[in-house]
């Protein structure tokens, strides 16, 4: 596939991943060969992000060209175009509101849409450095963002908690290491969310207020090294994934941070991993240079390449 460090997102039996090559492909993850199912090619630049909406029948996307665009993935065509005057980073759907999604992008900027009137109906205002992530705690009252605010010089902004309703900042002081986090990912049911840290480590905190960080616990063992390595909860919140700076994948107890197993996916960084939304034993991965695997456990406990 022609595209660098790819994005995400796994329903069913279906992939679909978001590539520099500006398209969004849809993969079937049962069937050999890397078979391609769909290819939309809607935007006019690199995809940056690519999440499915909650029933499965569109994906949304966004990207170089200053767009979020949903597509109705069984017709093939482009529902509903979203512009933007900044690249848009990255998408999230509300999950408690389908119709809403948030999008983060370069100049700073956070905007709540709702997809039924194709307008804005919230804006997020601080002077925020670009977007790297953004998510919705479980009850979709909270928001946590990631920007990057390496040149300023600073911590402070790099993580922050908002309240969606009120459009208000709850912290904005959450993490004081001199790193940026490319990705945030919130526990599926304990008060708790994990940021990965270009410091090489995936810090843990607090989903309620004051919003701490865990100092005597983290994720440590797997290389991030500049790169926008993501990470992820299974669904029963048990243990978390990470990709790797060395190419592998990275398994840990969510509860004791204790590494699991490492399994070596690919000679190029890995940037993605995402958990099977059905079986626990089977994870989605890819690489930075564009290679896409989905590999499982075998019957002797073993992780397999599928795909």
């Known amino acids: 596939m022609p595209c660098s460090g790819p994005r995400l997102v796994f329903p069913a039996h279906l992939l679909a991943s978001a590539g520099m090559d500006h398209t969004v492909s849809i993969w079937n993850a049962w069937s050999g060969g890397q078979k391609r199912a769909r290819a939309f090619d809607y935007h006019h630049a690199a995809v940056k992000d690519v999440k499915w909406s909650q029933l499965g029948l569109s994906v949304l996307s966004c990207g ?35 119709s809403l999604f948030i999008s983060g992008g370069s100049k700073g900027h956070l905007k709540l849409w709702d997809i039924r009137t194709g307008t804005v109906v919230h804006e997020y205002v601080r002077s925020l450095g670009p977007i790297l992530d953004v998510e919705f705690t479980v009850d979709g009252k909270h928001l946590m963002t990631s920007s990057d605010v390496s040149k300023s010089n600073i911590s402070e902004n790099s993580i922050i908690v908002w309240d969606v309703s009120r459009q208000v900042p709850l912290s904005n002081q959450v993490y004081a290491e001199a790193y940026i986090c490319p990705c945030i990912r919130c526990h599926p049911f304990d008060p708790y969310f994990i940021a990965q ?93 564009g290679e896409i695997s989905v590999i499982h456990k075998d019957s002797n406990n073993d992780w397999k390449v599928a795909l």
């Open 64 to 98: 170089y060209d200053c767009a979020s665009r949903l597509v109705d993935v069984e017709k093939g065509i482009e529902t509903q175009v979203f512009k933007e005057d900044q690249i848009v980073e990255v998408v999230r759907f509300s999950p408690n509101n389908y």
């Open 197 to 289: 840290s270009h410091g090489n480590y995936i810090a843990l905190f607090s989903s309620r207020p004051p919003f701490k960080l865990d100092k005597y616990k983290r994720y440590e063992g797997h290389g991030v090294c500049g790169f926008p390595i993501k990470c992820n909860f299974s669904l029963d919140g048990n243990v978390v994934a990470s990709g790797s700076s060395d190419g592998c994948i990275y398994f840990y107890n969510s509860k004791t941070s204790k590494l699991l197993s490492k399994v070596k996916a690919y000679e190029q960084p890995c940037i993605d991993v995402v958990f099977h939304p059905d079986l626990p034993n089977v994870v989605a991965s890819c690489s930075w240079k």
